[in-house]
C-alpha cells in the first residue's frame, strides 16, 4: 500500500471535491492529443493518468491512456523484435474500461482489434470483429478488419476475398487502399504467388510515397528475397530501416552484405 495510503483524505479531497473541472479536463486532453500528435506517448499518459478516475470524460481518458500504450508497446516491439509487450495488455485494460463507460465510442473498438491483432489473439479477434458488426451495422471498414483477421488465421484466400469485396466500396480513403493492398501482398505471400505479391506492396507503396510506412517495404523485401531478386530485396530492406523498422538490420548484415 504504501504512500498512497497516506495521503486517503488527500486522494478522497480529489475524488469527491478537489478534482480537475471539466474545462480543465478538456484542456488536458486538448495537451494530451497534442503529445500523442508529436509521438510523446508516455508523457500523454503521465498527464492524463491523475485524472482517469473522473466521471466526466472518463471514456475520452481512458481511450487516450489506452491509445498511448499500444504506441509504446509497438514501438518497443518493433525496435526490439519482440512478439509482444507489457504495455498492450495495459492497453487492453484502459479499452475496454472506455467500451464499458460508452458501448458507442468506436474507436476504441478498432483500438482494441489491433492490440488483439498485434497479439496474435485471431480467433478472439473474429468474435470481436462479428460482434462489432452487430453493434456498428452501417460500417463497412469491419469487413476489412474481418480480412485481416482471416490472414492472422492463415486463411490468405478467405481474406482477398474479404478485401477484394471492400474494394468495390465508393470513396474509399488513401489509408483504407493502403492497408487492402498491403495486405494482398501478404495474403500473395502466404500462398506463394510472390509476383502478385510485390505488385499489391508496390501498389500500396505508391499511393502515399511520402509517407509509406517502413512495413511495406519490409514486406515487399520479403517478396523480393522469395523471388530470388536480391538487389531489389536490399533496397527494400535500407528503405525499411531507415524508416524506423530496425528490426531488418540483420537481414542487411546477413543477408545483403
Known sequence: MFLRTLFFSAVLCFVFSCGPSSSEIDELLKEANSLIAKESYQEAVNLLMDVS????????????????????????VEEKGLEEEYEYYWCLGYLEDCIALNPDFFDAYISKYNVLHNLGRHTENIEF???????????IHLIELK?????????????????????????????????????????????GAHS??????????????????????????????????KKEACTDYRQAFDLGVYKVSKHLKDYCN
Open 196 to 229: 502478385s505479391a510485390i505488385e499489391a506492396f508496390t501498389v500500396a507503396i505508391d499511393l502515399d510515397p511520402e509517407t509509406s510506412n517502413g512495413l511495406l517495404f519490409h514486406e515487399r523485401a520479403i517478396a523480393y528475397r522469395k523471388s530470388y531478386r
Open 53 to 76: 478516475v473522473q466521471s466526466y470524460k472518463a471514456d475520452s481518458i481512458n481511450y487516450l491512456i489506452g491509445l498511448s500504450y499500444f504506441e509504446i508497446g509497438y514501438n518497443k
Open 147 to 191: 480480412a485481416i483477421t482471416k490472414y492472422g488465421l492463415g486463411d490468405y484466400v478467405g481474406s482477398n476475398i474479404l478485401l477484394d469485396s471492400f474494394l468495390t466500396y465508393e470513396n474509399l480513403d488513401t489509408t483504407d487502399l493502403v492497408s487492402i493492398y498491403r495486405f494482398k501482398g501478404n495474403n500473395y505471400l502466404g500462398i
Open 129 to 139: 470483429v462479428e460482434k462489432t458488426q452487430k453493434h456498428f451495422k452501417d460500417s
